[in-house]
């Protein structure tokens, strides 16, 4: 707990960062995270001092923990970590990484005890709320994700097809993209889940095979089930976009954005996207 009030204002690249409770940027070159993407991590959303939602993405850690097989992590250390680097914030991102450690040789990372713990602060992207209430395009993108079905759904470190994806936005001059996998189904987008609506029925993709079980999405599935609104997880080709009436991405900082336009295809009506929009408001 001391190191966080110590060193509150020591800020590293625009970017409040502690490693193991520790103000720094410094981190082993043996540490497994930057070896081998050997870690997994959460972003958050700070509002009014507080962390939105921290139980899920807690639970989102111990579960990415226990499925790859990590040694025990002190989760209240980790806890008072992100209220106290959460505390005075009225909006900002809070970011938690966590890495197998330093230990082992090669692949085998059996020997590692102790996985390290990295706890950061950054600002808000403002141009989110922009996004939310006036939409966004999207473009498709051409590379594909693999499927990888041992760690679908995680969020780990090795982001490598997102940050490829990325390249591709920027070379494509696009704000944001649809993400299919190598078998030409839906996935998600670029930095976010997917969901649109044909219909009464809204339907998300599969990610039993590849992609990220986002947080917002779990919410957005439960605000949904709340709502009587039925809710299919399917594979689905890119035409099911062509006949959809709405469609949206979700994540925990841009909450629920709607897309206008595809291509030539256009969503002019986001009817139930303002309705979700306006329970997440009061949710959050």
Known sequence: MGPIRQYRAFF???I???????STDLLSARDRGLAYGDGHFTTMLIKHGQVVWWSAHLARLQQASARLGFAEVDWSILTREVVQLAAGQTQAVAKVMLTRGIGGRGYDGSGCQTPTRIVSLADYPSHYQGWQQNGIPLLVCQQRLGDAPMLAGLKTLNR?????????????????????????FLVEGVSANLFWRRGKTVFTPDLAHCGIDGIMRRHVMGM???????????EAPLESLWQAEEVWLTNTLMGIVPVNGIGDTQYPSPVLIRRL???LVIEV
């Open 16 to 22: 409040l960062l502690f490693i193991n409770g520790v």
């Open 12 to 14: 590293i690249g625009g």
């Open 277 to 279: 929009q306006e329970r």
């Open 224 to 234: 949904l089930k709340q709502m009587s609104i039925e809710l299919r997880v399917v």
């Open 160 to 184: 490598l097809e997102q940050v490829l994806l990325k390249n591709e936005l920027a070379a494509r001059s696009g704000v944001e993209g649809i993400v299919l996998n190598s078998r030409g």
